[in-house]
């Protein structure tokens, strides 16, 4: 059999519609939508900055002027610890700083921090109680001033145990005393012995 020619086909042309001007508004709409989902790019001298000051693997070198520094920190009422965060140092090598027979002047700064510290928050307990300070809680300071210094609700009275009197003989003596063991001020009572004849 033989093929049949097929009929050329003419290209059918699609009815084209005339595009409407777009309005200033949808354009500037678009522009701000793809801003909104757009990442913004960082410049690479500005990586700099997000980068950490030192590695951490390394640790951090005592500074004699670390003195200063820890007494102004405490001042406002942080703690040694805190001082660890501020300075980008752990708490081991902080404590080792503290032992260490060549840093004398760290240890002298730590206790004047700590009675910066303390005269800090009594302060802040102060105002706050005199109503000097807007929204102060006195339960929250309470319970910071227990945690932190110890305070007590009660003052809790040292136990005395009631003991016997004891009777001590003197040794190249004929004396005896009696020790009152209960009371807080040891009553010694001399005693002679009669002589049995």
């Known amino acids: 059999m033989a093929k049949q020619p097929t009929k050329p086909t003419k290209p059918t042309k699609k009815p084209t519609k005339k595009a409407k001007p777009k309005s200033k508004v949808s354009v500037a709409a678009k522009e701000a939508k793809k801003k909104l989902f757009t990442p913004p790019t960082i410049p690479a001298k500005d990586l700099s900055v997000a980068a950490p000051k030192r590695k951490y693997g390394s640790p951090v070198k005592y500074k004699p002027e670390y003195c200063d520094m820890l007494i102004d920190f405490m001042s406002k009422g942080y703690s040694v610890e805190a001082f660890c965060g501020h300075i980008n140092t752990t708490f081991e090598t902080m404590y080792r700083w503290l032992k260490h027979p060549d840093y004398g002047e760290f240890r002298q700064a730590k206790k004047i921090g700590e009675g910066k510290q303390r005269e800090f928050w009594e302060q802040a ?15 929250v300071w309470i319970f910071n001033m227990k ?4 305070w007590n609700d009660k003052r809790v009275e040292e136990e005395t145990k009631e003991f016997d009197s004891i009777v001590i003989e003197l040794p190249n003596s004929k004396q005896q005393q009696i020790v009152n063991m209960g009371t807080k001020t040891d009553d010694i009572i001399n005693v002679t012995p009669k002589d049995d004849k």
Do not use: A, P, Q
């Open 125 to 139: 307990g102060r105002l706050g109680l005199m109503g000097k300070i807007k929204g102060f809680n006195t339960s």
């Open 147 to 150: 945690n932190r210094y110890g």
